[in-house]
């Protein structure tokens, strides 16, 4: 069995089903404690991107939410922890897959089209919200300086 396998499975059997059993919202995986379990030395690159991977939390039924300690470089280490969110039975196919890739047809930029069209059209439309937007913030800064320096100007004759 590859590495990755079995990091994989002893994860879920030793991690994701015992907290699933206690109700648990979510779970910490400290690589270092993982890869003693499996008596392994040398192995933590291995045990770090497998916990990492999408294809682990697909399997796992988890969601990872944050990855806490180890080196600034945010590297491999004994010292990292993941934190992972336990996802529901009803969410598993909900997960996003990063092994996905975009379509080139535009298709998904397209589907955001329009998406805020009911709330622009509440504030009056697009370019009427931008004007109130703007008339609120106040003058550009470089109005404003031509503005005093006109004033200036007009106060010295």
């Given at each position: ?7 994989t ?13 206690r ?65 529901r ?69």
């Amino acid at each position: 069995m590859r590495p990755t396998e079995e990091t994989t499975r002893h994860a879920i059997k030793a991690y994701v089903q015992p907290a699933r059993e206690r109700g648990d919202k979510t779970i910490r995986i400290r690589v270092g404690n993982l890869q003693k379990e499996l008596g392994w030395t040398g192995r933590t690159p291995s045990v770090f991107s497998t916990l990492k991977s999408q294809p682990f939390q697909k399997e796992a039924g988890v969601e990872l939410i944050e990855k806490r300690g180890g080196p600034a470089s945010g590297g491999p280490s004994t010292t990292v922890e993941f934190v992972y969110r336990i996802v529901r039975p009803d969410e598993q196919n909900q997960i996003p897959n990063s092994q996905t890739k975009p379509v080139p047809d535009g298709s998904g930029l397209k589907a955001l089209f329009g998406i805020l069209a009911g709330t622009f059209r509440k504030l009056g439309g697009g370019e009427a919200f931008l004007r109130a937007e703007r008339a609120a913030w106040g003058p550009d800064p470089w109005e404003k300086l031509n503005r005093e320096r006109k004033s200036k100007t007009e106060s010295q004759r």
